[in-house]
Nanobody
Framework: QVQLVESGGGLVQPGGSLRLSCTAS????????MGWYRQPPGKQRELVAA???????NYADSVKGRFTISRGNAKNTVSLQMNSLKPEDTAVYYC???????????????WGQGTQVTVSS
């Protein structure tokens, strides 16, 4: 089993910054891509940013220029640097990983438990 653990959420004022981190643990798998999703109160979960095995990135239009996704040197960690935060960024943020079982070559999708980000004065 692959486990994703997130950290870095909290309360921040508008214009402030937070850095979210997610670490994947387990064995016998390769990561195709990792990403961050968020679910604002009363709304559906949406993609925020994603990064592939080749370090290609994709961002939601609402966060372009403000958020940066990156992979750690160990390649089992993904971070989301969030700058110029706005109240509409308030949501539960979830780490996501698309992985391949090395033995079976079957793809699986895993989710972290979520971390709360609140942007408020």
């Amino acid at each position: 089993q692959v486990q994703l653990v997130e950290s870095g959420g909290g309360l921040v004022q508008p214009g402030g910054s937070l850095r979210l981190s997610c670490t994947a643990s387990g064995s016998g798998f390769s990561i195709n891509a990792m990403g961050w999703y968020r679910q604002p109160p009363g709304k559906q979960r949406e993609l925020v940013a994603a990064i592939t095995r080749s370090d290609s990135t994709n961002y939601a239009d609402s966060v372009k220029g403000r958020f940066t996704i990156s992979r750690g040197n160990a390649k089992n960690t993904v971070s989301l640097q969030m700058n110029s935060l706005k109240p509409e960024d308030t949501a539960v943020y979830y780490c996501n990983a698309d992985v391949v079982n090395r033995a079976t070559i079957i793809e699986y999708e895993y989710w972290g438990q979520g971390t709360q980000v609140t942007v408020s004065s």
